[in-house]
């Protein structure tokens, strides 16, 4: 009896001290919470209120010199990072997963005096590739939420280019994905992420080494990270994709920006399937013409348009996006397994273009150093020799024969006017 | 609590027992722990366990029996195989050895004295500190062919002597060129002691067990613990007559204090001067010579951090460069030492202008010991301790080398490329913004030969006979010296560490003092120039270069006049002293510094012995140099030189008392000069595709394996003959205090 009541006494004893524990966990887990709340709060209210340029620009040689060393530890990285998700050719560090690459035509139309310089110079058509992808490395199936790229690489282009001569081809290309704004505001923040991607845990970025300091975490990155991933659209022609970052346009600065003519649809599509996207495109580009309009924002410095900061979005109300081209896609097979390789090996680069399309910031200048040194290690590696195309027919033989192309005799439907 | 116990509580509070009580305690507390704290540094220092080692070895040994030997085993004249002649090791006899190890330079470490080193006892116990077994465990090395000699009666490890203060004649410690530029590499208890090569000590730590702040610690105990004390200055003034012996100790005592004082002011400024540990075998030479001359010398805001912690380059060839430092930034042997010597202070005047630029540099000597080290020989691969070549794959290294290698590290015959080089275009080149990246381009968008190299006539490997029968004619440099042109490669090219170049381009010094002080002694009547406004526009804002070129040459200049080779102006060589002046200044060049964004290759013959490797010896071994950069070692332990000959580095495995090298901090980066695929540039130099010119591959294993073979037995070629003897005729060492004309 006596042995029944003190062990019925020692398990309330136990009972009383697992509510006590588990009391305090609540208590601080409800801390952490609020803290989130409120560090949250504050940052996203931090990146709407402060100067967004005002503490990046530095052109002091020592932050110049800084900036350098940077880049150099962010290719280092990056290389590492080539390395650990090889499979087993090695892949691109961002943007690996191809939906396919697809021969386009840039069709430049005439518009006002102010977007006449370089590309844009005088109305003409080009022969251009695009590459549909996404984001994540290693690669995500399409059904999961993702940043999806589009990159157009304008061919046979007059001027001066922006590249030394034993890199530069004849080539424009246009790197956006589907989102107007990036994560990453300066060369350290990404020098950091870098180093951490290529360790393979990258979420310690956003929260610091053991999670629990909140000084260390960045939840407006967190935000704008995950906010860039989004759900995989119809198909990859049926969105809108911003180049995030600015680039001179002659004179003036911009962003431009890629959007789907309609929203095209391809029902018959299983939105199950890993490679929906690849599919759906395969789907409609046998059925039909499809195109984009390409459109430029100009800068307007007196508004809140930041350069160096790519995680601030240029306010379409103050500039809006002006079509000045319109990218026509032809009905066409692109699944092929040459083309598929011919694309693997491209490189695309905001570098490979002319001058009067230059771009901006620091973060496109490590861009310059960053995807020439992966494209070259990525392309040596895998024993490519890939120069920049200047046609369709320097790209795959099999578009030599003019008479295999399938010559678009109807125009697509105009659906410029929006 | 009841009010009885309140109030004997306050009671006690008022009595003067309870204080004292608590203060004597409290002081013995604290006696105990620094006891402790001292016992421990006596007893169980944290540095690197002591290999014992049965065998020393010299390198190069002559066909010739052509020195005497210092301390013949059977001196019989008559007995044929008597040892009094023996044959010289890397080109050098014991004379030549001796004027190394041992000629001063003039350093002055808060006036420790030579005698007191040798007298101190470790901070706890009767001990003496300084014991071959301590200082061998801290990478110090000791002379292997004699134990004491006349120049060393103290046994003290090489590079350590004395020199006597011009003004008070005290027999001052001086720390010279052969500490940190001598090495000896250990293998399986054999050691190999390489002259010239890079030294492995941390001479400038601050931790308590390295030698020189545990030197000042013993001395801070013995100052105040009387029973020490008199067993000091028994020890030092061991020769002083006993009537004058009571006036000698106080002396002795004041000068003690002096030290301590002097020592604990420079650990005052310098301690959060160096926030990357330097460890065994590093310094950041030229943050500590800038703190050194334009901080404790002149001003406390002309402190900056250093944080580019270099290696002691190996010398047995430097006497042959135009460009001299990791970063090829001066151009002079004589300015560049003089510099050195005050870094490593050598104490000079640069704000009163009562004996302005007073100074203690003893430039006699390190004249001597530079023409010494003409004739010094890089130490070649001694195959009886590290096994055979296998000269079939040297050849095929050597090939690799003549199309990777050469192409950077020369050597670049400076008969055939004098004058052919634009320095103005190379300057340009550097400063270049645009042309940064993987490929660095001239303004036309050429691939730029990284410096003009287009105008470098090809380089014979081996064999090349350049010197042979037409000796070029430069005045005197051509005679001694600068028969290698030294090629800058730009920092965005080779991609090694950054910091050292940042932290020389990019500091700057107030020097404003210096200038008030020369305007004081010119309205005294001193003939002293002005500093140069091209070069310093804003004394106070003086950079690195031109402050350090203008300081050490007015202290140049000074001992060239006290020595009467100056005309009336000051600064111009008599005519019939030309010869002369040109011939202490090292190369004939003018002492012009440069500060661009580039680090100099240098020659490799020898280098298998020099490890660790890059400027900043963050990579442990030739083969981990030949492989990408993430592939090395992200941490290592150094500490002691054990070899390893597979590697050509160092045995970097983690052990008791090491310290650990971290690649992560800030001058420790060990990415750059790395063999990769990809673009070349931005670090990678890699083996350059045949087919596709500025793209790079990295080696096959048996390539790397070639190169490691062919490194082994590497020559620069045939090595231009001094054809004169060591200019050391006039040394004065160590019997006097003067600084005498050299010959």
């Keep these: 009896m006596k042995l029944l009541k003190r062990l019925r006494h020692g398990f309330a004893r136990l009972l009383r001290l697992a509510w006590k524990a588990a009391k305090w966990l609540m208590y601080i887990t409800g801390f952490y919470a609020l803290l989130f709340l409120g560090v949250f709060a504050w940052q996203m209210a931090a990146g709407a209120l402060r100067d967004p340029d005002a503490d990046l620009v530095d052109n002091s040689p020592a ?269 066409q097979i692109f699944d092929t397994p040459q083309q598929n390789a011919m694309c693997e090996a491209m490189s695309f680069n905001p570098w490979h273009g002319v001058k009067q399309h230059e771009p901006l910031g620091y973060i496109n200048q490590l861009r310059r150093d960053l995807y020439l040194h992966t494209a070259a290690y990525r392309q040596v590696r895998n024993g490519i020799t890939m120069n920049e195309p200047t046609s369709w027919c320097d790209s795959l033989t099999e578009y030599c024969d003019s008479e295999s192309l399938p010559h678009q005799t109807t125009e697509p439907n105009d659906t410029d006017a929006r | 609590m009841t009010a009885k116990s309140k109030s004997k509580r306050r009671s006690r509070l008022r009595s003067w027992r309870f204080w004292l009580g608590s203060l004597v305690t409290l002081f013995l507390v604290l006696c105990l722990g620094v006891y402790i704290a001292l016992w421990r540094i006596s007893n169980y220092p944290d540095i690197p366990a002591y290999t014992p080692i049965t065998h020393y070895q010299f390198l190069n040994p002559s066909d010739d029996l052509r020195c005497e030997n210092p301390s013949p085993q059977n001196p019989d004249p008559d007995d044929p195989n008597n040892d009094l002649m023996i044959p010289a090791y890397q080109g050098w006899c014991n004379t030549e050895r001796q004027h190394y190890y041992r000629l001063p330079q003039g350093t002055n470490f808060f006036g420790l004295q030579y005698d007191w080193i040798t007298a101190l006892e470790k901070p706890v116990g009767k001990k003496p500190l300084i014991t071959r077994e301590y200082m061998q465990q801290l990478g110090y090395i000791y002379d292997p062919s004699s134990k004491v000699n006349p120049n060393n009666p103290g046994d003290l490890p090489i590079g350590l002597t004395w020199h006597y203060d011009r003004d008070s004649g005290a027999k001052i410690l001086d720390v010279s060129c052969a500490a940190c530029h001598s090495s000896q590499l250990t293998y399986q208890g054999t050691a190999l002691v390489i002259d010239g090569g890079a030294g492995g000590h941390a001479l400038p730590s601050l931790d308590p067990t390295q030698f020189m702040t545990n030197s000042v610690l013993s001395l801070t105990v013995t100052y105040f613990n009387p029973f020490k004390f008199n067993r000091f200055a028994r020890k030092v003034l061991k020769d002083t007559p006993e009537a004058d012996y009571a006036m000698a100790k106080a002396q002795l005592r004041d000068a003690t204090w002096s030290t301590i004082k002097q020592a604990l002011v420079y650990g005052r400024h310098n301690y959060f001067l160096y926030p990357t540990p330097e460890g065994y075998g590093r310094t950041d030479g030229l943050g500590r010579i800038a703190n050194t001359v334009f901080g404790d010398y002149i001003s406390d805001k002309n402190y900056r951090t250093a944080d580019a912690p270099v290696n002691y380059p190996h010398v047995w060839d430097i006497w042959a460069f135009d460009w001299v430092q990791w970063m090829g930034s001066v151009r002079q042997a004589m300015a560049r030492n003089v510099n050195e010597a005050m870094g490593t202070r050598a104490p000079a005047n640069f704000v009163h202008a009562d004996g302005l630029y007073d100074n203690s540099v003893m430039m006699s000597e390190m004249h001597c010991i530079e023409t010494t080290l003409q004739h010094l020989e890089p130490p070649s691969w001694p195959e009886d301790v590290f096994g055979p070549i296998d000269n079939e794959l040297a050849g095929q290294g050597k090939q ?233 070692d992200s941490q290592f332990y150094l500490g002691r030189k054990e070899y390893n000959p597979q590697t050509l580095g160092l045995d970097v495995r983690p052990f008791k008392g090491a310290f650990k090298f971290d690649t992560q901090l800030v001058g420790n980066s060990n990415f750059g000069h790395e063999f990769n695929d990809g673009l070349c540039g931005d670090g990678v130099i890699g083996y350059e595709l045949k087919d596709r010119p500025g793209y790079c591959r990295q080696f096959t294993e048996r390539e790397r394996q070639a190169l490691l073979e062919y490194l082994k037995i590497h020559s620069d070629g045939e090595r231009p003959d001094p054809s004169s003897t060591p200019h050391c005729a006039n040394i004065s060492w160590p019997q006097s205090n003067q600084n005498e004309v050299p010959e």
């Excluded at chain 1, 650990?84 to 069709?107: I, L, M």
């Excluded at chain 2, 060049?589 to 490799?604: I, K, Q």
Aim: overall charge negative; proline content about 7%.
């Design chain 1, 63 to 331: 932050a110049k010199a800084q900036r350098q060393t940077n880049n150099a530890a962010i290719i280092e990285s990056v290389r590492q990072m080539v390395d650990r998700y090889r499979t087993p050719e090695y892949q691109r560090d961002a943007h690996s997963k191809a939906h396919g690459c697809v021969r386009a035509r840039f069709e430049v139309f005439e518009s006002q005096a102010t977007y006449n310089h370089g590309l844009f110079d005088q109305p003409g058509h080009y022969e251009a590739w695009i590459r549909f992808s996404n984001g994540t490395v290693p690669a995500f199936p399409d059904t999961e939420s993702d940043a999806r790229g589009m990159a157009i690489k304008v061919m046979n282009v007059d001027g001066e280019q922006l590249l030394p001569p034993m890199l530069a081809g004849r080539t424009q290309d246009f790197l956006m994905i589907n989102s107007p704004s990036f994560f990453i505001r300066s060369i350290e923040d990404y020098r950091e992420l870098e180093r951490l991607t290529a360790q393979g845990r990258p979420f310690t970025y956003f929260f610091g080494e053991y999670y629990l300091n909140p000084f260390d975490w960045r939840l407006r990155e967190l935000y704008l990270g995950l906010s860039t991933r989004k759900p995989a659209p119809n198909t990859p022609l049926s969105t809108q994709y911003y180049s995030m970052s600015a680039y001179k346009l002659g004179p003036h600065e911009i962003k431009y920006s890629a959007k789907a003519c309609e929203n095209y649809a391809v029902p018959t599509v299983n939105r199950d399937d890993p490679n929906l996207l690849r599919n759906s495109m395969v789907h409609l580009l046998r059925e039909r013409d499809t195109c984009f309009q390409f459109m430029v924002q100009l800068r307007d410095a007196d508004s809140r348009m930041p350069i160096q900061d790519t995680t601030v979005r240029w306010s379409e109300d103050v500039s809006p996006f002006v079509p000045i081209a319109r990218v026509h896609i032809p009905k």
């Design chain 2, 400 to 632: 690799i080398f003549g199309e990777v290698c050469a192409k950077c590290h020369g050597p670049f015959n400076r008969e055939a490329v004098d004058g052919k080089i634009d320095y103005q275009q190379t300057a340009a080149n550097h400063q270049c913004q645009t042309c940064h990246g993987p490929l660095m381009t001239d303004a036309d968008g050429q691939l730029l030969d990284l410096i003009n190299r287009k105008k470098h006539p090809q380089v014979q490997l081996a064999g090349g006979t350049w010197l042979g029968a037409t000796k070029p004619k430069y005045e005197l440099q051509s005679a001694r010296g600068g028969y290698w042109e030294m090629i800058h490669i730009p920092l965005d090219y080779i991609g090694t560490d950054p910091t050292s170049a940042e932290n020389m381009i990019n500091n700057t010094y107030d020097l404003s003092s210096v200038v008030a002080a020369i305007e004081q002694a010119r309205a005294n009547g001193a003939k002293l120039r002005m500093p140069d406004p091209d070069k310093i526009p804003d004394p106070s804002q003086t950079a690195f270069g031109p402050g350090l070129q203008f300081l050490g040459g007015e202290v140049r200049y000074k001992q060239y006049r006290e020595w009467g080779l100056m005309d009336e102006s000051g600064y111009t060589a008599k005519p019939e002293t030309a010869d002369l002046v040109a011939d202490l200044d090292g190369f004939g060049e003018h002492d012009n510094p440069v500060a661009w964004r580039a680090y100099r290759p240098r020659p490799l013959e020898g280098v298998w012995a020099t490890a660790p490797f890059l400027h900043n010896g963050s990579v442990p071994s030739i083969y981990q140099l030949l492989l990408p950069a993430d592939q090395r």
